[in-house]
Antibody
Framework: EVQLVESGGGLGEAGGSLRLSCAGS????????MNWVRQAPGKGLEWVSY????????YYTDSVKGRFTISRDNGKNSLYLQLNSLRAEDTAVYYC?????????????WGQGTMVTVSS | SYVLTQPPSVSVAPGKTASISCGGN??????VHWYQQRPGQAPVLVLY???DRPSGIPERFSGSNSGNTATLTITRVEAGDEADYYC?????????????FGGGTKLTVL
C-alpha cells in the first residue's frame, strides 16, 4: 500500500523548534517530488514547502522563509521539515504530500497529518 | 502573487448538480487540480489537470477550465460528497515558484 506517515508534531514554545518527519512506503520514494502543506484550525490549506526528487530544488512560502527547512533522505524514504523560530501562527496540522508522476501533477498521496501547536 | 478565489459555500439537493468555481487571472492557461477534504480527514485528489480523475474517483466528478475560471462539477450529488473542496495551481509568475490553493468551498448537501 502506498502511504505517507508523518510524525514529530506536538507542543512547541514561541521561538522554539520542532522537527517533522514523513515516512514513505509502497512506492519508489526517490522518484517523487514532495511537499509540506499545513492547515490552521478551522482554516484552509496552505502550501508550505516543496522539494524535488533529488533534493536539489527547494521552494518555500514567504511566511516561513528563513525559519523552516525542508530536506529528504531518499535512502531512508523520508521527508523532513525543520521548524525554527516558531510563531503562534504556525499552529496547524502539517501534511506531507506526494506530487504525482507526471510533470505538473497534483498531490496524489497525502499523509494523515501531524499537529503542531505553538504556545506564546 | 497569484490568487485563487472560491465561493465560501455551495448548497445542493441530493441528486442535483453542484458547480464550484475557482477564479484566477488567466487560470485557463494553467493546470488546475481539485481536492476533497471531509471533516477530520486529509485531502484527497479528485481531479488533476482540470478533468482527469484518479483511480477510484467516480465519473460524477468532472472539470473545466477557461479564461479566468476553472469549475468543478459534481453530478447526481450524494450525501457523501459533503466536504470542503479546494482548487490548486502551480504558480510560476515570479522568481520563486509556488503551489497556490484556493480558499476552499464548503459543499453542503441539503
Amino acid at each position: 500500500e502506498v502511504q505517507l506517515v508523518e510524525s514529530g508534531g506536538g507542543l512547541g514554545e514561541a521561538g522554539g523548534s520542532l522537527r517533522l518527519s514523513c515516512a514513505g512506503s509502497g512506492f519508489t520514494f526517490s522518484s517523487y517530488e514532495m511537499n509540506w502543506v499545513r492547515q490552521a484550525p478551522g482554516k484552509g490549506l496552505e502550501w508550505v514547502s516543496y522539494i524535488s526528487s533529488s533534493g536539489n530544488m527547494i521552494y518555500y512560502t514567504d511566511s516561513v522563509k528563513g525559519r523552516f527547512t525542508i530536506s529528504r533522505d531518499n535512502g531512508k524514504n523520508s521527508l523532513y521539515l525543520q521548524l525554527n523560530s516558531l510563531r503562534a501562527e504556525d499552529t496547524a496540522v502539517y501534511y506531507c504530500a506526494r506530487v504525482g508522476a507526471r510533470v505538473g501533477d497534483g498531490f496524489d498521496i497525502w499523509g494523515q497529518g501531524t499537529m503542531v501547536t505553538v504556545s506564546s | 502573487s497569484y490568487v485563487l478565489t472560491q465561493p465560501p459555500s455551495v448548497s445542493v439537493a441530493p441528486g442535483k448538480t453542484a458547480s464550484i468555481s475557482c477564479g484566477g487571472n488567466n487560470i485557463g492557461r494553467k493546470s488546475v487540480h481539485w481536492y476533497q477534504q471531509r471533516p477530520g480527514q486529509a485531502p484527497v485528489l479528485v481531479l488533476y489537470h482540470e478533468s482527469d480523475r484518479p483511480s477510484g474517483i467516480p465519473e460524477r466528478f468532472s472539470g473545466s477550465n477557461s479564461g479566468n475560471t476553472a469549475t468543478l462539477t459534481i453530478t447526481r450529488v450524494e450525501a457523501g460528497d459533503e466536504a470542503d473542496y479546494y482548487c490548486q495551481v502551480w504558480d510560476t509568475t515570479t522568481d520563486h515558484p509556488r503551489w497556490v490553493f484556493g480558499g476552499g468551498t464548503k459543499l453542503t448537501v441539503l
